[in-house]
């Protein structure tokens, strides 16, 4: 059974757990004259009783899913002949994923070796023996605490007691969780990137003009030495993510201060959906959009006007990546204007201001704080942005401020750079590592830089 469907069988049998710890917790009351006589009411004895079911099959289930891949990869690879195992993960990485590709039919048998064959039939056999004993495991430890939970159940226990302190360490982990895995890919890719600067000088990553992270794969290879200039990509992620923000910030936010504080309820119930409709295209279609449409139109208008204009520009790609984040940031604008006291505005009003008034000097001042957040939020989805960037800018790393041209950024440098099979001990991918630490950086930068903006124009008010 699949993990996915085991945690909803785990599920199922909690909520048994819990009918029946409700079930028993009644009966038990009963002959001392009624649930008053318990020492919780019979749903904290139920939610026990499917904490006791569900905690136990869960923890299981975590390692199990955690640890299982990693064994297996090791049973394969030590059933290989000692000449084809490999001597470094790198070749390691790549020959589980050839024996995987054989295993699930996408790599026909009779391209690869005999023995490659033999591992991936393995594999099958091993990934389905780890399926059946996983969902043993998982049902008998659910079933056994479930049932064990059943029978501790006594009319003097503080059910209620239990379960919230069960809660309370569950959410703490959960916190935790959180926390953890935060650090965890912060130190993971700052461990990715100082084998990158291993192999790259410091000084041409942050100040290299050229972008070309193409490298030798042999010895005897030329012309592949690669450069890993860092200020091209970041040039035309500004760049784009500038245009984007012209777009998105005027007619977002101007659009939200209509909705809220100007239209009137008829037009707010038709226009506010059909705005927020936008958020709901997928970047793709934006991306064909770009491609298709607003590309070849800039490019046209450029020729007609005399200009040298690139068939995939920036300008389109940030223009139409604008589009689709105004829905971000006129709903975020709009729940900020209204979140505003309405005593604020009937005090301005009461004092003769007109409603611009009140809006300019009122309203917009508290609520200047929520709208940056919002507009950070803006900022942060425009760098994340890679489809749109892919279709209608290109792949080319040019170092220009000229929006009529190709250009690149870094979360499209990124997805080049990991996609297909990949050695992770070239400088070419682990390049990707380097590039994600310092779009970190940049987006923490900004972070810190919106929060002491917020804490400069914040207000107090009652």
């Not at 936010?253 to 226009?271: D, F, G, K, P, W």
């Not at 449409?293 to 020729?303: K, R």
Request: hydrophobic fraction near 55%; proline fraction near 5%; glycine fraction near 8%.
């Amino acid at each position: 059974m699949q993990a996915a469907n085991l945690l909803l069988l785990t599920l199922v049998l909690a909520m048994a757990a819990y009918g029946l710890g409700y079930a028993r917790s009644r009966s038990l009351a009963m002959p001392l004259g009624g649930i008053r006589h318990l020492k919780s009411l019979p749903f904290y004895y139920g939610a026990r009783a499917a904490l006791w079911c569900a905690l136990p099959a869960l923890v299981v289930l975590a390692l199990w899913a955690a640890f299982q891949g990693k064994v297996i990869q090791l049973l394969v690879i030590g059933s290989l002949p000692p000449e084809m195992i490999p001597a470094d993960e790198g070749r390691a990485s790549l020959l589980l994923s050839k024996i995987s590709n054989v295993a699930s039919g996408a790599l026909p048998p009779d391209f690869v070796e005999a023995p490659i064959v033999e591992a991936a039939e393995r594999l099958q056999a091993l990934r389905a023996r780890s399926r059946m004993l996983m969902t043993g495991l998982v049902v008998s430890v659910a079933v056994l605490a479930g049932f064990l939970g059943w029978l501790r159940i006594r009319p003097r226990i503080n059910a209620r007691e239990q379960v919230e302190s069960i809660l309370k360490w569950l959410f703490f982990a959960c916190a935790s969780l959180a926390i953890l895995t935060t650090l965890g890919i912060i130190f993971s890719v700052a461990f990715e990137t100082f084998r990158f600067f291993e192999k790259v000088p410091f000084v041409e990553f942050f100040f290299g003009t050229s972008w070309s992270p193409q490298t030798a794969l042999r010895a005897d290879q030329v012309a592949a030495e690669g450069a890993f200039g860092m200020i091209p990509l970041f040039t035309g992620t500004l760049l784009i993510s500038a245009i984007a923000m012209l777009v998105a910030v005027p007619v977002g936010l101007l659009s939200a201060i209509y909705l809220s504080e100007y239209a009137n309820r008829q037009v707010r119930s038709v226009v506010k959906p059909l705005l927020e409709m936008l958020a709901g295209i997928p970047t793709v279609v934006y991306g064909f959009f770009a491609a298709l449409t607003v590309a070849p139109f800039i490019s046209n208008l450029a020729a007609s006007l005399g200009i040298e204009a690139s068939s995939q520009s920036a300008l389109a790609a940030g223009g139409v990546m604008g589009i689709m984040i105004i829905p971000l940031v006129s709903s975020l604008s709009d729940d900020v204007i209204n979140a505003v006291p309405q005593a604020m505005r009937d005090g301005s009003l009461a004092l003769g201001a007109t409603q611009s008034e009140t809006m300019k000097k009122v309203i917009f001042p508290a609520a200047l704080p929520g709208i940056m957040g919002g507009i950070l939020l803006a900022v942060s989805r425009a760098i994340g942005e890679t489809m749109i960037v892919v279709m209608a800018a290109g792949l080319a790393a040019n170092l220009t401020a000229n929006p009529l041209e190709t250009v690149t950024t870094v979360t499209v440098q990124i997805v080049t750079l990991l996609t297909g099979d990949q050695e992770f001990d070239s400088a070419k991918t682990l390049a990707a590592f380097a590039l994600g630490a310092m779009l970190f950086l940049a987006t923490l930068l900004l972070n810190v830089i919106a929060l002491k903006i917020v804490r400069k124009y914040r207000e107090q008010y009652d």
